[in-house]
Every structure is written in C-alpha cells, then in structure tokens.
C-alpha cells in the first residue's frame, strides 16, 4: 500500500457524468417534493432561485479547482486562501452535510424499491438501505474507473425515467394547472407564511443542485483540470436544472404542491406516486427502476467524494494520517473510503429522510459560504470570472442557511463548534510532536 497522490484518470464526459450522478439522484427523485411540501406552488421559483445560487456557487468551484487542482475542495481552497480554520469548517461541513445526503440515498433507495415490489416499509426499509451503503462502498473500494463505468449507466437510466415522467405527465400538466398553480404564493407548510415556506423551499431545493461539487472535489484526478473543471460543473449545472424545472412543473400542476408533497413523506417514492395518477400502465414502474439507479448513483458518488475530502484532511494532520493510505494502483484511497461507508452507514440508522435533508441543506450552505469566501480572494490572474459571481453566491448562501428549521440551523452551529475544538486539539497535538525533545543529548 501506499500513500501520495492520486492519477489522473477522468475526462470531460467522465467528470460532467460524476457531477450529473450526484445531482440527478435523490434531489430530483425525492427533495422536490419535499420543497412542494414547504412553499406549495411557488416550489417553482424557489428552483429558480437555488439554480441562480448554485450557478453562482458552481463558477466560483470552477476557477478555484482549475488553480489549486488537487482532491479536497473547499476544504483545500479554505488553506490555500482564507485561514486554516475556515479549510477545516469546509472539510467538516462537507462531510456532516454529505453524510447526512448519503444517508438520504440510501433510504430513497430503499424506498422506491419496496413501493415497487409492494414490501413491508417499517421492516425492510432500514436493511436495505444498509446493504446499498454496503454495496457501493464496496464499488469505490474497486477504482474510480469501474466507479465512472457505473454512474453513466446510471445516470442514462436515471434520465430516461425522468423524461418518462415529463411525457406522461404533460397532459395531466396542461389540464390542471388553472387549478393547481393558483394562487401562486400560497400557505403550504403548517405554520409558515407564504414568504417563509418560499425561502425555506429555495434551501432545500439548492441541496438538490449541490453535486456538481463533486467535480471540484475530483480535481486530483481530472486531466487538464483548468478547462475541464470548469466545463463539466457549468454542463452539470445546465442539464440538471433543465431536468429539476421540467419535473417540476410536470409533477406539481398534474397533482397539486399538496399532494406532490405528502408524497414525499409516504414510503420516500414521490414521482412514483404521481405517475400513479396518470392512469399509464407501465410508467411508475419504469420510473421507480430510474429512481432505484439515481439513488445509487447519488450513493456512489457522494462517498467518492467524502473519501476525497477525508483524504485531504488526512495529508494535512486535521484526520489521522492513516486515512492517507491507497492502494497499489494509485486509485483508491481505501482507509477513507471505509470511514465513509461506516459513517454514512451509522447515520441511515436515523431513517428520518426530512431531518437529513434539511441538516444537510444548512451544512452544505455554510459550505459554500467559505467556497465563494475564498473565490473572492483570488487575484486578478488567477480569477476566470467576474468578481460579483462570489459576492452573490456568498450573500445568498448565508442567508438561505437560516431559513431552514430553527432546530436544525442550532443543532447545525453546534456541529461546526465541535469541529472546531477538534481542529485546535489536532493543531496543539501536531505542534507538541514538532517540538524538539528537550532531554535529547
């Protein structure tokens, strides 16, 4: 075994696959509905909006990764740029916010398997689950080549079931929608106003586009990472947010924001359940196969990525060296890789799919919050867009953080404080070991 860097593998379509992966998958298949939940028909904009953000969000990623173009993300940016503290929030954020993502794959997957085969939800939902996080983690473990092989086929299932969904559901679409878009900015959520549940909406929808991180946290691995990079997260972000408008409008002027969004919480199968309104045989079957393949792309690619991320932290003394290790091939760093499953695993133990959706919609803000911190410290030379893009990107994350649950903004906070103390002891601890012995002769 051994330690260092990793080869640069994956090109172009490899890595606009990687972020597609990750962002057509549980977003799609299960937090629209979610967000209907919350603003009702306004969930629409409130797609707009977190489109806008990410796009904000996604330029800065870009010309960060292309001039610091090594595995980590924010959490290398955060050094390189800021301050070792605001490296170590980005790291830590990525991975309590990505875990807790993971978790919610795994469940959606179980979920829309077990309303396909007609399964006992309350005693198979939790083994299954587990079994993917197991199955995947396994995967990553085999290479990020057999990794990317996997997403594409994923990822083209994932699609044509959306656009299933779509084609079916226009017609419902256009008969209903005097009936279901009006009015527009309606109470939806018990106890939000219009306004509130709009907002809300907005940050649970930008979770939805948040893979296209994932691109950035491979920048190790990508051949020419100062134009690749920034080519697969702006063709990431363009399919996706065509993708998540479509359905969208299909799903909430066919059957209503309020029933799109009970959907959510009924065996985690939304569109599943929409379909089943069109009176189309065959269509919700053919979507629950999508969802099933999304969901385990959204796996595959999120403990990818949280491996990377914990490499990275590992090369700089934040985790313990160990999880520097990879494997002979140079592809793998497999002790990173199984910290992840074992997290992600720990954590699809919650079974609460809205509680890990809105943890993960704060943490990830936060995240890039210090993203866009550090884009804006990029010099004149270094920058590839305009400086306003982070200013935008940096104003809207802080503020759409707090419009999630108050409970989860608090216990959220109190995360990033328990890594901070973690991150001083790591720094007293390496600082102590880099003393010379003062009894040495």
């Not at 629409?44 to 489109?51: D, E, G, N, Q, R």
């Not at 009015?183 to 893979?211: K, M, N, Q, W, Y």
């Amino acid at each position: 075994m051994t330690t260092g860097t990793l080869r640069r593998e994956t090109g172009l379509l490899g890595a606009t696959a990687l972020g597609l992966g990750s962002v057509i998958g549980t977003g799609v298949f299960v937090s629209v509905a979610v967000a209907a939940e919350a603003a009702g028909p306004a969930v629409l904009l409130a797609i707009v909006v977190a489109a806008a953000v990410a796009a904000c969000n996604g330029l800065s990623s870009a010309q960060l990764a292309a001039n610091h173009p090594v595995s980590g993300g924010t959490y290398e940016y955060g050094y390189r740029w800021l301050t070792p503290s605001l490296g170590f929030v980005a790291g830590w954020t990525f991975l309590v916010a990505k875990s807790a993502s993971a978790a919610t794959a795994a469940l959606g997957f179980a979920g829309y398997v077990l309303r396909s085969v007609g399964g006992d939800a309350p005693t198979w939902l939790l083994p299954i689950a587990l079994s993917a996080v197991a199955c995947i983690t396994a995967l990553v473990l085999c290479g990020l080549r057999r990794s990317i092989w996997a997403n594409s086929v994923i990822v083209a299932l994932a699609l044509a079931a959306l656009a299933a969904f779509v084609v079916t559901g226009l017609p419902a679409a256009l008969s209903n929608a005097d009936a279901h878009l009006v009015p527009f900015f309606a109470p939806a959520e018990e106890g939000l106003s219009p306004i509130e549940g709009f907002f809300r909406a907005s940050a649970l929808a930008f979770v939805a586009f948040a893979g296209y991180g994932r691109v950035a946290t491979m920048a190790e691995e990508v051949h020419d990472p100062r134009a690749t990079i920034p080519r697969a997260i702006i063709a990431t972000l363009v399919i996706s947010a065509a993708v998540y408008s479509a359905v969208a409008v299909v799903g909430v002027a066919a059957v209503g924001s309020e029933a799109f969004g009970a959907a959510a919480n009924e065996g985690a199968a939304p569109l599943e359940i929409a379909a089943a309104s069109f009176g189309i045989p065959g269509v919700g079957s053919f979507i629950a196969v999508g969802a099933v393949a999304a969901m385990l792309g959204s796996l595959l690619n999120l403990i990818l990525g949280l491996s990377r991320v914990v490499f990275a932290m590992g090369r700089r003394g934040d985790a313990p060296g160990f999880f520097t290790r990879i494997d002979d091939r140079g592809s793998t760093p497999y002790a990173a890789v199984l910290l992840v499953g074992a997290v992600t695993t720990g954590l699809t133990l919650i079974g609460d799919v809205g509680w890990t959706w809105s943890f993960s919609a704060f943490s990830v803000l936060i995240y890039y919050a210090v993203t866009n911190l550090a884009a804006l410290r990029l010099t004149p030379e270094e920058r590839l867009y305009p400086r306003w893009i982070a200013g935008a990107g940096l104003g809207a994350c802080l503020f759409l953080a707090f419009w999630v649950e108050a409970r989860i903004w608090l216990v959220g906070l109190s995360v990033i404080g328990i890594g901070l103390l973690w991150h001083l002891v790591c720094r007293r601890l390496r600082r102590k070991s880099e003393l010379p012995d003062a009894t040495a002769d």
